[in-house]
């Protein structure tokens, strides 16, 4: 079991940044691939970034590349996306995700999740 707990979502005009954390506990990430996802309401949960195990190998939507950044930190068991350059486009509640599977950027991949925490962008 691992369970995940994201922070760091809140309410930011456009052009603004914020960076979330998701906080790993019940077993430790190191061998975990991590990923964000987020959703908006009406509309189905997407794919946003992932992280290896390693940290060596990422991927990223085509709508957040360059503006949003994945990291992860194995000794703190946490994941973070530092999202730049936000636009009212990105509001949605974000999801962490982890997968003992392959890498890649299907939700099918993740078997675990976070509840989320909501980023709300404004004009």
């Known amino acids: 079991q691992v369970q995940l707990v994201e922070s760091g979502g809140g309410l930011v005009q456009a052009g603004g940044s914020l960076r979330l954390s998701c906080a790993a506990s019940g077993r430790t990430m190191r061998n975990y691939s991590m990923g964000w996802f987020r959703q908006a309401p009406g509309k189905e949960r997407e794919f946003v970034a992932a992280?290896?195990?390693?940290?060596?190998?990422?991927l990223y939507a085509e709508s957040v590349k360059g503006r949003f950044t994945i990291s992860r930190d194995n000794a703190k068991n946490t994941v973070y996306l530092q999202m730049n350059s936000l636009k009212p486009e990105d509001t949605a509640g974000y999801y962490c995700a982890a997968s003992a599977a392959v890498f890649t950027s299907s939700p099918l991949q993740f078997g675990y999740w976070g509840q989320g925490t909501q980023v709300t962008v404004s004009s």
């Open positions: 992280d290896s195990w390693a940290g060596i190998r990422t």
